[in-house]
């Protein structure tokens, strides 16, 4: 080995070592050697989000390799990291959703007919044109005046009951 490969050794050891004990004395993320990839998915909640942004960025640099040399934990943990349920990707619906949901719908629909009933109490009486009389008397004048002479009221053997 030359001289040159053997002080770039020591000088990336050196920084390896440095950066370890930066890491205890500063609390700042792990990194993600310490931190069991085998089973991200249930552990990243638990993760501070200093330990989160350590596993994130570990990750980003572990994927620059090729992925063939990628162990499977890490290429299911770089996988969740990315694209699992977290963050803006969380689930939007709790387990009671359809409950709430039902119970939501059933308020608006017991409103809306407590709102239709009251508006109609409060109406008045019925318009003088929707009684039976002035119904028989419109079909009456509709006769007179030969309206819709070939299915209507007025045609020959209507049997319909006209505007009733």
Same mark, same amino acid.
């Given at each position: 080995?030359? /001289? ?15 950066? &370890?004990? #930066?890491? $205890? ?12 990839? =085998? =089973? ?11 330990? #989160?942004?350590?596993?994130? +960025?570990?990750?980003?640099?572990? $994927?620059?390799? @090729? ?21 803006? #990707? ?13 119970? &939501? ?7 809306? &007919? ?5 508006? #109609?109490?409060?109406?008045?009486? +019925? ?11 419109? =079909? ?5 005046? +030969?309206? @819709?002479?070939? /299915? ?9 009951? &006209?505007?009733?």
């Amino acid at each position: 080995m030359s /001289t040159s490969a053997l002080r770039v050794a020591r000088a990336s050891s050196r920084a390896v070592a440095l950066a &370890g004990r #930066r890491f $205890q004395s500063t609390g700042a993320a792990a990194p993600v050697s310490t931190l069991p990839l =085998n =089973n991200i998915e249930a552990s990243w909640k638990g993760l501070s989000t200093e330990e #989160r942004y350590g596993v994130f +960025k570990a990750l980003e640099e572990k $994927q620059k390799i @090729d992925w063939r040399e990628l162990s499977l934990d890490e290429k299911r943990a770089a996988y969740f990291v990315s694209f699992g349920p977290h963050g803006p #990707r969380a689930p939007i619906v709790g387990p009671n959703s359809a409950f709430k949901t039902f119970l &939501g719908v059933s308020a608006l629909i017991a409103t809306a &007919g407590a709102l239709f009933y009251g508006l #109609r109490q409060l109406g008045g009486a +019925k318009p003088k044109t929707l009684t039976k009389e002035w119904k028989e008397a419109e =079909n009456e004048r509709l006769i007179e005046q +030969k309206s @819709d002479p070939i /299915t209507g009221i007025s045609s020959e053997g209507y049997k319909g009951k &006209g505007m009733l």
